[in-house]
Nanobody, 121 residues
């Protein structure tokens, strides 16, 4: 079994910062990409940022320059540093990992349970 456990969400004022963490554990052969997605009420889940095992990153236009994704491959952990937060960043943030559990299996997507981020004064 593979688990993704997120932490770091909460309530923050506009302009503030939060740091999300997500640790993957369980039977894992290799992790390819890890990333963060978010879903606001009444909206579809959208990509926030992704990072490959080699460190290549991709960001949604709405968070470029404000959010930074990073990864510790030794700990199977991905981070999302969120600065200059806006009310429109309010959403449930989900961790994602594309990984292989055994050398004989294909790549699969795994998701965390989600962590709430609320930006409000």
């Amino acid at each position: 079994q593979v688990q993704l456990v997120e932490s770091g969400g909460g309530l923050v004022q506009p302009g503030g910062s939060l740091r999300l963490s997500c640790a993957a554990s369980g039977s894992i052969f290799v992790i390819y990409a890890m990333g963060w997605y978010r879903q606001a009420p009444g909206k579809q889940r959208e990509l926030v940022a992704t990072i490959t095992s080699g460190g290549s990153t991709n960001y949604a236009d709405s968070v470029k320059g404000r959010f930074t994704i990073s990864r510790d491959n030794a700990k199977n952990t991905v981070y999302l540093q969120m600065n200059s937060l806006k009310s429109e960043d309010t959403a449930v943030y989900y961790c994602n990992a594309v990984l292989r559990v055994r050398i004989t299996t294909g790549r699969d997507d795994y998701w965390g349970q989600g962590t709430q981020v609320t930006v409000s004064s």
